[in-house]
């Protein structure tokens, strides 16, 4: 995918990008690939691969949860890499508002400065555990309306960390490939304990190679006990049930 396409393609859906924030998006592939020669940020750094499985992909999000093109969301994406999905989204919706968590320093600096150099705003960085960033004592505890991960871990490891920091009413927003309905099989139990109830699973296909995408939709709809999330590693470790 060619950035003439990306951008002919989401406006086939309704989201028309300004040069502006198409020159956003080619900076950040510049300072992506250039940071990847000495920082591991992605195994995908050819243009077209990074503007369709990176890029678009992230922006999937906002086909399947149609609030994030308009309303100005709180959003905190957890382990975040090198800003995937929440930057794309910040790029393409200005109006959200992101916090992102990484438990890696060199990643919170590269997105530091990207964020400086794209001249985004409303944009927090946060270098903690996603264990620990919404736990009982945090300020973060059910603070955000949506929270989001992709490619971090399995539905059952996710929802642990992902549940805590959303609020009551809010999404939780998981980004999974074809075994995302598979994960969510056994995975159910622990959103119940958690909080969360899954609304729908949207399922999706990247243009040009049709690569499968499922986005499963959370909706919180009562507190998480204090006791999640445990401490770190456990969640990884022995996965609620």
């Known amino acids: 995918m060619n950035p003439e396409q990306?951008?002919?393609?989401?406006?086939?859906?309704?989201?028309?990008l300004s040069e502006r924030q198409l020159q956003q998006f080619a900076d950040y592939y510049q300072a992506l690939v250039t940071t990847n020669k000495h920082v591991n940020l992605?195994?995908?750094?050819?243009?077209?691969?990074?503007?369709l499985k990176h890029f678009y992909d992230s922006l999937t999000g906002a086909l399947a949860y149609p609030q994030l093109q308009s309303q100005a969301l709180t959003i905190c994406d957890i382990g975040a890499?090198?800003?995937f999905p929440s930057l794309p989204l910040k790029i393409a919706f200005p109006q959200l508002k992101v916090t992102i968590v990484d438990s890696l320093q060199k990643r919170i600096n590269f997105l530091d400065d990207l964020v400086s150099q794209l001249g985004l705003t409303d944009v927090y960085l946060v270098h903690d555990r996603a264990e620990t960033f919404a736990d009982k004592k945090s300020k973060n505890r059910?603070?955000?309306?949506?929270?989001?991960?992709?490619?971090?871990a399995r539905m059952s490891v996710l929802s642990e960390l992902c549940l805590p920091a959303t609020k009551v009413g809010g999404v939780f927003l998981a980004y999974k490939g074809s075994a995302g309905e598979d994960e969510l099989q056994t995975a159910e139990p622990a959103i119940h304990k958690l909080g969360g109830q899954v609304n729908q699973v949207a399922k999706l296909k990247l243009p040009v190679d049709d690569e499968p995408r499922q986005i499963i939709v959370v909706d919180k709809v009562v507190k998480t006990p204090l006791k999640y999330p445990r401490r770190p590693g456990l969640p990884a470790k022995k996965p609620l049930s």
């Open 6 to 16: 990306f951008r002919d393609i989401l406006a086939q859906h309704g989201i028309d």
């Open 42 to 51: 992605t195994a995908i750094t050819e243009k077209p691969a990074v503007y």
């Open 81 to 83: 890499g090198a800003g």
């Open 142 to 152: 059910e603070a955000f309306d949506l929270v989001t991960a992709r490619a971090v």
